[in-house]
């Protein structure tokens, strides 16, 4: 079983839909959790980091996490045609393993 | 503006030939770290130093070498020991254990 799965994609949907990305962990000692967007030919850019279970919200997304259930989802809420990117889960426990999934391509139609 | 700045974009390796790409940050960030991005594959964790003159192997270490020479500076050197080298690849720095990790814009190494 991989350390972090993530929901392969491609994932098309049309302007203005809501999104739904998801991973899941297997190693409970991870202690936060984060999500990257990843243009083509770029760099990950951080988008959300949060260190507990439960919602957080920054505009139109919103980071969910459930350590219980070892889950993690991102929503982006009217999604833009510039939001389509490879989304990028990751989750560290403080140095000891820091783990990227493979990512989600996400592409938002006009 | 801060932030970590990787060159050459693009970079071309002959067959036997060493290639060093360079990585600098002006984020005064103790933690730097190679991640090798293959299609389909994520980030695999090639070089990470938590500080200068110290650096440990990640999981993908063979073929590679890096120095820590300088707090803002974190080069890798792609040998001609590493027989598939045809890769993105991307610099990284955090502030400590407990932040996230920023990344550069990355290298794109192709083979001639």
């Known amino acids: 079983q991989k350390e972090v799965e993530q929901d392969p994609g491609p994932l098309s949907v049309p302007e203005g839909a809501i999104v739904s990305l998801n991973c899941t962990y297997s190693?409970?000692?991870?202690?936060?959790f984060m999500w990257y967007r990843q243009y083509s030919r770029k760099g990950p850019e951080l988008l959300m980091y949060t260190y507990s279970s439960g919602n957080k919200e920054d505009g139109r997304f919103t980071a969910q996490v459930d350590k219980s259930s070892k889950y993690i989802s991102l929503f982006i809420r009217d999604s833009q045609p510039s939001d389509s990117a490879t989304y990028l889960c990751?989750?560290?426990?403080?140095?000891?393993?820091?783990?990227f999934g493979p990512g989600t391509r996400l592409s938002v139609l006009p | 503006d801060g932030g970590i700045t990787q060159s050459p974009k693009y970079l071309f390796r002959k067959e036997g030939q060493n290639v060093t790409l360079s990585c600098e940050q002006n984020l005064n960030h103790d933690a730097m770290y190679w991640y090798r991005q293959d299609p389909g594959q994520g980030l695999r964790l090639i070089y990470y130093s938590q500080i200068v003159n110290d650096f440990q192997k990640g999981d993908i270490a063979e073929g590679y070498s890096v120095s820590r020479e300088k707090k803002e500076s974190f080069p890798l050197t792609v040998t001609s020991a590493q027989k598939n080298p045809t890769a993105f690849y991307l610099c990284a720095s955090r502030t400590d254990r407990y932040q996230p990790q920023h990344f550069g814009d990355g290298t794109r190494l192709s083979i001639l």
């Open positions: 990751a989750m560290d426990n403080y140095g000891q393993n820091f783990v």
């Open positions: 190693n409970s000692a991870f202690q936060y």
